[in-house]
């Protein structure tokens, strides 16, 4: 079992950053690829970015493409997202997720990732 918990969400004024934190324990991530992703009350949840397991490849929605940032950290079994330029459109609770290696063609699709975070509310005023 991995157990994932999210931080560093908040109210931010248009245009400012924010960067949310996923600690990991129970496991180290090495084996994972790991995800962002954000849901807005009564929509589906939305693929926002990932990283591989050893942090040189990632992917991007077209939406945050230029303007987040995804890394980790394996020693400190933690991922991030830096959010930069933030929009009123980008508000959603941000989950983190952790999908098994060898599953990258299914990156976008929610039902491969094994282990989810909670969320971390994020709100962008305009």
């Known amino acids: 079992q991995v157990q994932l918990v999210e931080s560093g969400g908040g109210l931010v004024q248009a245009g400012g950053s924010l960067r949310l934190s996923c600690a990991a324990s129970g496991r180290t991530l090495t084996n994972y690829d790991m995800g962002w992703f954000r849901q807005v009350p009564g929509k589906e949840r939305d693929f926002v970015a990932i990283?591989?397991?050893?942090?040189?490849?990632?992917d991007y929605a077209d939406s945050v493409k230029g303007r987040f940032t995804i890394s980790r950290d394996n020693a400190k079994n933690t991922v991030y997202l830096q959010m930069n330029s933030l929009k009123p459109e980008d508000t959603a609770v941000y989950h983190c997720?952790?999908?098994?290696?060898?599953?990258?063609?299914?990156?976008?699709?929610?039902?491969?990732?094994?282990?989810w975070g909670q969320g971390t509310q994020v709100t962008v005023s305009s």
């Open positions: 997720a952790a999908q098994s290696s060898g599953r990258w063609f299914w990156r976008k699709s929610t039902e491969r990732y094994d282990y």
């Open positions: 990283i591989n397991w050893s942090g040189d490849i990632t």
